[in-house]
């Protein structure tokens, strides 16, 4: 072989050699940076829509594993023991959502704490690979919204509203809005059988006042279930009783007597707080909704508003979207 050509093949091996151990290291510093590897959604059972059975089918959108639990459990929990079909995306894997761990490992653990708190609260749930904290509004992501609303058939689609302080939430009511139209319009994802009728589609509350506030249309009673509820957030232990990417080696609970009372101090000082603090910011929607005498002495709640995209119900409407609201008579 000449001196060039074995010069040549030196040069070709060693960028070769060069290219491998730049991907190497690029994985290394992704996986560092917390990224996922590739998870499975969190059951095939969950890209199947529910059977046509005269029940309502309501799909909701959280930007990850632990949001549409949080902020309507309650409520998804009182539609399914009517027999109602409710469905949970997380739209990110929360393979950054917690200070101790991330990755793959971390969108697993996740994945499996949703599927737990589904079992207590009956509904289905299904995790996209995503990751957590990179969601964009794309083209891509609003066909994947579009086809996941279709498949279910949804009469009621739930997200958060496009003015969060997290991005991943708000990139979540994004495409839920650019969502909205887009399911009745049958030559956009062809593939997937658009909706004959536009669903009503809500927002989760918040406390954000700009550019507007939150006002409810409807606000549920959830005392009945919020020892389930409680139950299921037990089971998201990563975020609830580990802190998240907010906690610190002195969340861990180190036996399992401390873990039980991390809970019980979950239940009592937080999840309780929180849903008191709603059903007395909102009253006089549960008067209006539940009667005098009961709408004052509801406890717990959780509310949801009429986003103003998709069919616009009357009031008369959404109670019987919401069966577990006392109909008026």
Not at 129 to 135: M, N, S, T, V
Not at 145 to 154: N, Q, S, V
Not at 244 to 260: Q, V
């Amino acid at each position: 072989m000449s001196r060039a050509r074995c010069y040549a093949c030196g040069v070709f091996a060693g960028l070769m050699l060069a290219c491998a151990l730049g991907s190497v290291r690029w994985v290394s510093d992704r996986t560092a940076a917390a990224s996922a590897v590739p998870v499975p959604t969190s059951a095939a059972a969950a890209e199947q829509a529910p059977p046509d059975d005269g029940k309502l089918r309501i799909i909701a959108f959280g930007a990850h594993p632990d949001d549409c639990e949080l902020e309507a459990g309650g409520t998804a929990c009182l539609w399914a023991s009517q027999g109602h079909h409710v469905k949970f995306v997380s739209t990110t894997n929360g393979d950054i959502g917690h200070w101790q761990m991330a990755g793959g490992a971390l969108a697993q653990r996740r994945t499996k704490e949703v599927e737990a708190a589904a079992k207590i609260l009956g509904n289905a749930v299904q995790v996209l690979d995503i990751h957590d904290g990179e969601l964009e509004p794309t083209l891509e992501n609003r066909r994947t919204f579009t086809r996941l609303i279709r498949r279910w058939k949804a009469d009621i689609v739930i997200a958060p509203r496009p003015n969060d302080y997290h991005p991943d939430h708000r990139y979540t009511g994004v495409l839920v809005q650019d969502s909205a139209y887009m399911v009745t319009v049958p030559f956009f994802c062809p593939d997937t059988p658009a909706l004959k009728k536009n669903p009503v589609f809500l927002y989760f509350p918040d406390g954000f006042q700009k550019p507007n506030p939150f006002r409810p249309d409807i606000v549920v009673s959830i005392d009945a279930v919020i020892e389930r509820k409680a139950e299921a957030l037990a089971q998201i232990v990563s975020q609830f009783i580990e802190g998240g990417c907010g906690g610190g080696p002195e969340r861990m609970p180190r036996d399992e007597a401390r873990m039980k009372a991390r809970q019980e101090q979950l239940k009592q000082a937080w999840l309780n707080p929180r849903h008191a603090t709603l059903a007395d910011r909102y009253r006089d929607k549960l008067i209006e909704l539940y009667g005098e005498e009961a709408g004052k002495h509801v406890r717990h709640a959780e509310a949801f508003e009429v986003c103003e995209y998709g069919r616009r119900p009357s009031p008369e409407e959404l109670r019987k979207l919401f069966p577990i609201v006392p109909q008026k008579r």
